[in-house]
């Protein structure tokens, strides 16, 4: 499975896919998120690397597909089984502080035999060490003493602000355009409803009433011979 932050699968990649349980591995250290295609009786699982004391963040929701849910598991580089949840449409959960290795995220959809789900998901990974590495870089740069009077110190929070507020941004717009993909699935599939009942409806109608005259019209349908 790719790497990059913003790539995501399209359904018809994943449909063909005929394994039972489908695994793939996530560059370590960088944020990801994938929209994939859980077939009917299926288990997918994806691996995240994660470094010590670190945080794990997995964001998913079920965005297609018949009943809207699916199992989900989080497991530790050591195989302790850290959450578990059964028939959900959607769900958020961190892990912290994080331990070194290879994180399991699956993803199950074997109660359903029919259904496929369209799956989307997102992994937030904030690294202990990337952060300490940020400090020392910014610390070997040493205090200022002029330019204009302003502050290492006070530069470097502004400019971690902006790039967390920033990130918490796209983060959100990526959780929204899934909301939006989910509402507009289930609308179609209403809406699809409405018109199959509204069709049966009317064809219903239609053999009442032709029915309706037909019976009538027997009933003054007088077949008997007049004798002279």
């Given amino acids: 499975m790719p790497a990059p932050r913003s790539s995501a699968l399209t359904p018809a990649a994943l449909l063909w896919l005929s394994a039972a349980a489908v695994t793939a591995v996530f560059s370590p250290g960088t944020d990801s998120e994938l929209t994939f295609l859980l077939p009917a009786g299926h288990t997918e699982c994806f691996f995240q690397s994660a470094s010590k004391n670190g945080t794990l963040e997995v964001e998913y929701q079920v ?40 994180y399991q995220l699956c993803f199950d959809n074997s109660f359903s035999r029919f ?26 740069l040493g205090e200022p003493e002029n330019l204009l009077e302003y502050k290492l110190e006070d530069i470097r929070e502004s400019m971690d602000s902006v790039h967390r507020h920033l990130e918490r941004s796209r983060q959100m717009q990526t959780v929204l355009r899934a909301f939006e993909a989910r509402d507009r699935n289930l609308l179609e599939d209403n809406l699809w409803r409405v018109s199959f009942w509204s069709c049966t409806t009317l064809v219903v109608m239609l053999v009442v009433a032709i029915t309706q005259v037909y019976t009538v019209r027997r009933l003054f349908d007088d077949k008997r011979r007049v004798r002279s």
Avoid at 69 to 81: A, E, K, L, M, R
């Fill in 63 to 102: 965005i297609a597909g018949a009943g809207m849910d699916v199992d989900f598991t989080i497991v530790s580089p050591h195989g302790v089984q850290l959450i578990s949840e059964f028939r959900r449409s959607d769900g958020v959960h961190m892990v912290e502080p994080t331990e070194e290795g290879d």
């Fill in 115 to 140: 259904s496929e789900k369209m799956v989307f998901f997102e992994v937030i990974l904030e690294s202990a060490a990337n952060d300490a590495g940020a400090d020392d870089e910014w610390a070997g």
